[in-house]
């Protein structure tokens, strides 16, 4: 366990682990760990069967790789989307475009290597507490490093007094201590004494709350929602009420802009998702090219290579509808991992994975986070621990 424990540390060190060897490209701490968990996988793991189309009459291989055929799909129109736009991309670009589909099908691999351990509990707690992690470093960094301010110069948004931890956003470290929340149901029957379960969910909610980050507390209402129709919880809804009456009401030491609801960012989004309507008319089929959309006017620091908001949006206008349809199949082969993990080794795996699919389709209309990388990080490690076959003897 070596390399996992490494990999989980690696993600902790978040944007502070990240070299950029070309503008819009960066290589993080954790790609080069990945790296090689890939390769220690492909060494260790001789005896273990991959096959591209699955025996009908075998449902334990089918469901392994269900995933296989969308995401060769949406590599494919990722590809194809950068190629039929060549002729007007710089090279830089289409060298940006590629490393991101790369990426992208590089994170996937997880799926397998989850799906094929042994010690998947061990896998899926190591995730819950990077989790955690995130939000003891966002707490510590509240007191002591409140602003972002002093790092305008390298693109980053003067986030005031709110955590964003290590990643630098309060946006995308909202929506992994969501996930962290979510997960922590599977995760805290392994704890064993109930209130150190509850502290460190106390932990996770305290930092959660000072993110101050609207799209995530909109995930947190998805997930919660989907907890409450499934498990027939009808009581939470008073404690959901309860929690976003407080957060409404709370001090916000960020002043204005924290505010729940807040007309300039509503504006904001709205202009933002028509711009996307806009592009994918001018290029419905082969969109403008995976992480190749032309740039708006801004910094040339920005750190925004895919400046829209929507994650869907994003796909349908750099992979065209070909792309967009690809991903959808993606996401509903997901969806049905999930759903045929109710029998196997996670009691609860499959309400976490139904929960923390739709709180980030809800988040992922207001920020890019389908295609954050932790994030990714995050789902395939999930979707591999759905689709575990136990029969499977690589560690």
Same mark, same amino acid.
């Given at each position: 366990m070596i390399l996992p424990i490494a990999f989980f540390i690696s993600l902790l060190f978040g @944007?502070?682990?990240?070299? #950029?060897? $070309?503008?819009?490209? /960066?290589?993080? !701490?954790?790609?080069?760990?990945?790296?090689?968990?890939?390769?220690?996988?492909?060494?260790?793991?001789?005896? *273990?069967q991959f096959s591209i189309f699955p025996a009908k009459r075998d449902p334990a291989t089918r469901d392994n790789f269900q995933l296989l055929a969308p995401i060769v799909a949406f590599i494919g129109a990722s590809i194809l989307s950068v190629i039929a736009n060549a002729y007007r991309l710089e090279q830089a670009t289409i060298l940006r475009g590629f490393l991101y589909i790369a990426r992208w099908g590089f994170y996937s691999t997880l799926v397998v290597i989850i799906a094929s351990s042994k010690r998947q509990?061990?896998?899926?707690?190591?995730?819950?507490?990077?989790?955690?992690? *995130?939000?003891?470093?966002?707490?510590? @960094?509240? *007191?002591?490093?409140?602003?972002?301010?002093?790092l305008l110069y390298l693109g980053w948004d003067p986030h005031y007094y709110r955590v964003f931890s290590t990643l630098l956003d309060p946006n995308f470290t909202g929506i992994i201590l969501v996930l962290t929340l979510f997960l922590g149901i599977a995760v805290k029957p392994q704890l064993g004494r109930p209130f150190i379960a509850k502290i460190i969910s106390g932990i996770v909610g305290i930092a959660f709350v000072l993110t101050f980050s609207r799209s995530s507390i909109l995930a947190l209402l998805a997930g919660l929602a989907v907890w409450i129709v499934a498990k027939r919880k009808w009581n939470i809804?008073?404690?959901?009420?309860?929690?976003?009456?407080? /957060? %409404?009401?709370?001090?916000?030491?960020?002043? +204005?802009?924290?505010?729940?609801?807040?007309?300039?960012?509503?504006?904001?989004? %709205?202009?933002?998702? @028509?711009?996307?309507?806009?592009?994918?008319?001018?290029?419905?089929? $082969?969109?403008?090219? *995976?992480?190749?959309?032309? @740039?708006? +006017?801004?910094? $040339?620091? =920005?750190?925004?290579?895919? /400046?829209? +908001? =929507?994650?869907?949006?994003?796909?349908?206008?750099?992979?065209?509808? %070909?792309?967009?349809?690809?991903?959808?199949?993606?996401?509903?082969?997901?969806?049905?991992?999930?759903?045929?993990?109710?029998?196997?080794?996670m009691r609860h795996i499959r309400i976490v994975g139904y929960m923390s699919l739709a709180g980030l389709l809800v988040h992922s209309m207001f920020v890019n986070s389908l295609f954050y990388a932790w994030v990714m990080i995050w &789902?395939? &490690?999930?979707?591999?621990? !759905? #689709?575990? +076959?136990?029969?499977?003897s690589s560690g």
């Open positions: @944007q502070l682990g990240a070299v #950029s060897p $070309a503008p819009g490209i /960066y290589i993080y !701490a954790h790609d080069i760990i990945l790296g090689i968990l890939v390769i220690s996988f492909l060494l260790r793991a001789r005896n *273990f509990t061990l896998w899926l707690s190591g995730l819950y507490f990077t989790g955690v992690g *995130f939000a003891v470093i966002g707490i510590i @960094q509240f *007191f002591l490093y409140p602003s972002l301010r002093n809804v008073w404690i959901a009420v309860i929690l976003l009456g407080i /957060y %409404i009401v709370m001090p916000k030491p960020g002043g +204005d802009t924290l505010r729940i609801f807040r007309p300039e960012s509503t504006m904001a989004r %709205i202009s933002n998702w @028509q711009e996307s309507v806009r592009l994918i008319a001018t290029s419905p089929i $082969a969109g403008h090219g *995976f992480y190749a959309l032309p @740039q708006p +006017d801004v910094s $040339a620091t =920005s750190r925004a290579v895919a /400046y829209l +908001d =929507s994650s869907l949006l994003f796909v349908f206008a750099t992979t065209g509808v %070909i792309g967009f349809v690809s991903f959808i199949w993606l996401l509903k082969s997901m969806e049905r991992t999930f759903a045929k993990a109710k029998e196997k080794h &789902m395939w &490690m999930l979707v591999g621990a !759905a #689709s575990r +076959d136990p029969s499977t």
